[in-house]
């Protein structure tokens, strides 16, 4: 897989949620560290993600705002 986006995380799908219409996957890229990400229903059904399965975060932005 060829991809342009710098960042991307490998990690354990931890929980996914499936709605109507969207799936929440939360991906653990490290012990006590986890991303989560909102995709279609229809991309996690094609992606076969499944609890314990391994997957890729990939974090692609225009923009990232910093706070504190």
Do not use: C, H, W, Y
């Not at 709605?19 to 986890?34: D, F, L, R």
């Amino acid at each position: 897989m060829l991809i342009s986006a710098r960042n991307s995380f490998k990690g354990t799908v931890t929980k996914i949620n499936t709605g109507a219409v969207n799936t929440e996957v939360i991906i653990e890229i490290t012990p006590g560290v986890e991303v989560a990400a909102i995709i279609t229903k229809s991309s996690a059904d094609n992606l076969q993600l499944v609890e314990g399965g391994q997957a890729i975060a990939i974090v692609k932005a225009s923009d990232v705002m910093v706070a504190v």
